[in-house]
Every structure is written in C-alpha cells, then in structure tokens.
C-alpha cells in the first residue's frame, strides 16, 4: 500500500489509484479478521537494566 501511494505524486494521481488502493486495504483488513490475535503480539521484553546501561552511555 505504502508503494502504492509513493506513486501518487499529484492529487490526480491519487484519485486513479483509489481502487488499487481500496482493494488492497480490503484485502488486508480481511486478513486480519481471520488472523490469530495472539500471533499479532509483541512478545519481546527489553529489560530495564540493560535500558538503563545505554542510557547512561550516552549521557556525558
């Protein structure tokens, strides 16, 4: 989709891809109904800890 509107340069444009545009989003959207709700989490864990050490990095 993203693709998609890097093309449209002008509000024209834009208007011809609509279609595309809306097909494509319907598509997805789709997709995501029937998807696993878990499987779209975000599993990761980023500790503190090691958040604090790269901060303190970074400070002068």
Known sequence: MLD???RARTPERLAELENSLE???LK???AL???DHEELFI???ISRTSYSKTL???RP
Request: no cysteine; hydrophobic share 40%.
């Open 4 to 6: 998609l509107l890097r």
């Open 23 to 25: 097909r494509l989003f």
């Open 28 to 30: 997805y959207l789709s």
């Open 33 to 35: 109904r029937h998807a």
């Open 43 to 45: 599993r990761r864990r």
């Open 56 to 58: 303190s990095k970074l």
